[in-house]
């Protein structure tokens, strides 16, 4: 069979290779930053409690170095997939830079800036002849790309405050052989694309075979010229053009994050293929890890790819299947095949992973609804191959290195947590509230006065203002910039008495607010209900373990400090802006425990937040180093 080439014009037809695909989140009801994703997903599995810590109390797990040699490896296989050797010489300088939409996606519907076309092609005699100076071109290419793919890796992890660990225990040199194993990996599939007697060349030669979906290569997506690599009409299949025809999709090396996944039609999961292969008609989706593929992990690692399988068929239609998928440990040997699921498989992983999306992310369960119960152990040897005993015979191994069997009730061991009533400092003492009992939300009864509305908004929202007035107390009664209340009794107006439920107090300037969003609600204040402004505490103070960093100015774009603390109860962030950033931050690490006293309760993303302003002091009680 010859594979004649479709000539695509549009991304918007059926029926096409799609390995990027959005919604219209308009018409969405999903959360896009409650997505469920793969690495969800076999954290559940791997242990309910686990997930619910990670995702739900957000306690992020510290990034060790390990993470750069990822990072690295996969940018420069990239980059050196998008070169060409009928474009750049071996030694040549890095000539690609991909032109960026404003969210950071590349620009495919402007061709004017694309750097491809206004490369001058390589002169025939000196591009590769064979697949033996291909593949000496080729880790040239990554030699080129290497360094600064590695100081880049290098900036990112010293630049996240979470970090753990030295750049120094990342091996630039075991990063490198990982890359050209990546390299050779890939060139194999060139090589079996010359050799194949399925690719119609001829059609890719007449230019008329780009797909919607272009693998990166400089060029815009439409571009109808022939290849700079092609050769005569009627000649075999060259080792140049074997290198054009056989590169997959990848995620553009110069995209920001997040701008290149695939969402299903449904709005509620989302991933991101390394590589899409299909230069032979069908379809193969690879992941690259920068690992030997030995242990646990490696179960996980199935699967993900079987979702990304299944992923693929609900953003086509579910009429197109893929042929193939594989994992590529570019520690250890050859790719690890995945069994791709059946079309019956995938149907009931569309039911089971929505009832997960509906359970943990379409709402907010609590601990008890995320037991602690860890899946057992899995053993895999280098390569991601079973080992003869498929689990650890301790059934609780998982929890023996697990980030939160500090305090986790599952790990059955001692707790090391903070639990204090009172701190002296200052000459004073400071009342403590336990971090799960941090009051973030209050009523309140008044008079209304200075009204502003009720308007309607188009998202269902109500514009509302007025003053509250209760004696001589008084706050300020607004919607919330995140978005306002959608519960508004109709009969709100001038001097009418009203109840405010759930709403979010702040002080500014000795002023009290209370902001409303879609979890308040203003009603008519009934016969004998009480619910006074004066009883409205703003201020709190706490200590807590500084579990992870979250934010650490940088004097550019970053101009907060946020950690993440824990107690014995539970979990808070606090944050400062600016000013308010104590001089103690600096000295402040993970593990320390530390007070914010007198901060001001907030709320963030359903948690609760202390932040720092005027008056908030911050002391360290137990420095970790
Ligand atoms: S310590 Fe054990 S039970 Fe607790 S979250 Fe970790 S793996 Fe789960």
């Given amino acids: 069979m010859r594979i004649q080439a479709i000539e695509i014009k549009s991304h918007e037809g059926k029926g096409l290779s799609m390995p990027v695909s959005t919604i219209d989140q308009k018409v969405s009801?999903?959360?896009?930053?409650?997505?469920?994703?793969?690495s969800q997903v076999i954290a559940y599995r791997n242990c309910p409690r686990y997930w619910y810590y990670g995702w739900e109390r957000r306690l992020k797990t510290p990034l060790p170095p390990q993470i750069i040699r990822g990072n690295a490896a996969e940018a420069c296989i990239c980059r050196v997939m998008r070169d060409s050797p009928s474009l750049h010489l071996a030694e040549d300088e890095d000539a690609m830079?991909?032109?960026?939409?404003?969210?950071g996606a590349p620009e495919w519907d402007d061709p004017s800036n694309w750097p491809g076309p206004r490369i001058e092609p390589v002169e025939k005699p000196l591009r590769p002849s064979d697949m033996d100076s291909l593949r000496i071109w080729a880790h040239?290419?990554?030699?080129?790309?290497?360094?600064?793919?590695?100081?880049?890796?290098?900036?990112?992890?010293?630049?996240?405050p979470n970090r753990k660990g030295t750049v120094e225990d990342a091996d630039p040199d075991q990063c490198l052989s990982m890359v050209l194993r990546g390299i050779d990996?890939?060139?194999?599939?060139?090589?079996?694309?010359?050799?194949?007697?399925?690719?119609?060349?001829?059609?890719?030669?007449s230019g008329k075979s780009r797909p919607a979906w272009p693998a990166p290569d400089g060029f815009p997506r439409d571009w109808s010229s022939p290849s700079h690599a092609a050769y005569d009409i009627g000649s075999d299949m060259h080792v140049v053009e074997a290198w054009e025809i056989a590169r997959p999709w990848f995620v553009d090396p110069d995209a920001a994050s997040f701008t290149q996944t695939s969402t299903h039609p449904g709005g509620w999961f989302q991933g991101e293929y390394d590589l899409v292969y299909r230069w032979d008609g069908a379809t193969r989706i690879i992941d690259i890890k920068a690992s030997v593929g030995r242990g646990d992990r490696s179960h996980g690692y199935l699967d993900q790819l079987r979702m990304y399988g299944w992923l693929w068929w609900a953003t086509h239609e579910r009429k197109?299947?893929?042929?193939?998928?594989?994992?590529?440990?570019?520690?250890?040997?050859?790719?690890?095949?995945?069994?791709?699921?059946?079309?019956?498989?995938?149907?009931?992983?569309?039911?089971?992973?929505?009832?997960?999306?509906?359970?943990?992310?379409?709402?907010?369960?609590?601990?008890?609804?995320?037991?602690?119960?860890?899946?057992?152990?899995?053993?895999?040897?280098?390569?991601?191959?079973p080992d003869g005993q498929s689990v650890e015979s301790d059934t609780r191994a998982r929890c023996n290195r697990c980030e939160y069997a500090g305090f986790c009730e599952g790990s059955n061991q001692e707790p090391n947590l903070i639990q204090m009533e009172t701190i002296q400092r200052f000459g004073h003492t400071w009342d403590i509230t336990p971090l799960q009992a941090i009051r973030t939300r209050f009523s309140a009864i008044g008079d209304v006065s200075r009204l502003t509305g009720p308007d309607l908004n188009e998202d269902e929202t109500v514009d509302v203002r007025f003053t509250m007035v209760d004696g001589w107390d008084r706050a300020t009664v607004r919607p919330h910039r995140m978005g306002g209340p959608k519960r508004v009794t109709r009969s709100?107006?001038?001097?009418?008495?009203?109840?405010?439920?759930?709403?979010?107090?702040?002080?500014?300037?000795?002023?009290?607010?209370?902001?409303?969003?879609?979890?308040?609600?203003?009603?008519?204040?009934?016969?004998?209900?009480?619910?006074?402004?004066?009883?409205?505490?703003?201020?709190?103070?706490?200590?807590?373990?500084?579990?992870?960093?979250?934010?650490?100015?940088?004097?550019?774009?970053?101009?907060?400090?946020?950690?993440?603390?824990?107690?014995?109860?539970?979990?808070?962030?606090?944050?400062?802006?600016?000013q308010f950033i104590p001089t103690a931050a600096a000295?402040?690490?993970?593990?320390?425990?530390?007070?914010?006293?007198?901060?001001?309760?907030?709320?963030?993303?359903?948690?609760?937040?202390?932040?720092?302003?005027?008056?908030?002091?911050?002391?360290?009680?137990?420095?970790?180093?």
Avoid at 185 to 205: M, Y
């Fill in 587 to 625: 000295s402040i690490s993970r593990g320390d425990v530390i007070g914010v006293l007198n901060g001001e309760v907030g709320e963030w993303a359903g948690r609760p937040q202390i932040k720092m302003g005027p008056g908030t002091r911050v002391v360290v009680i137990d420095d970790e180093a």
């Fill in 492 to 578: 709100i107006k001038e001097g009418s008495r009203v109840r405010v439920d759930n709403a979010m107090p702040s002080l500014w300037k000795g002023q009290l607010n209370l902001d409303l969003d879609s979890l308040s609600s203003i009603s008519p204040a009934e016969e004998g209900d009480e619910a006074s402004i004066v009883d409205i505490e703003t201020r709190v103070s706490v200590v807590g373990r500084v579990w992870s960093i979250d934010a650490y100015p940088d004097g550019a774009s970053v101009s907060r400090w946020a950690i993440t603390l824990v107690d014995a109860s539970g979990s808070a962030s606090a944050v400062a802006f600016k």
């Fill in 140 to 160: 040239a290419r990554a030699q080129v790309h290497f360094q600064r793919c590695w100081d880049e890796a290098c900036d990112d992890w010293a630049a996240n």
């Fill in 185 to 205: 990996l890939h060139l194999q599939e060139v090589e079996e694309c010359l050799n194949s007697e399925d690719v119609d060349v001829d059609a890719w030669r």
């Fill in 320 to 385: 197109e299947t893929v042929t193939g998928l594989a994992i590529w440990y570019l520690g250890a040997g050859d790719p690890k095949d995945v069994v791709m699921p059946a079309v019956e498989e995938m149907e009931s992983m569309d039911r089971d992973l929505f009832e997960l999306y509906s359970k943990i992310r379409g709402s907010n369960p609590s601990i008890e609804e995320c037991p602690a119960e860890p899946a057992p152990l899995r053993r895999f040897k280098d390569g991601g191959v």
């Fill in 29 to 38: 009801s999903v959360d896009p930053y409650r997505r469920l994703s793969a």
């Fill in 97 to 103: 830079s991909t032109p960026l939409n404003k969210d």
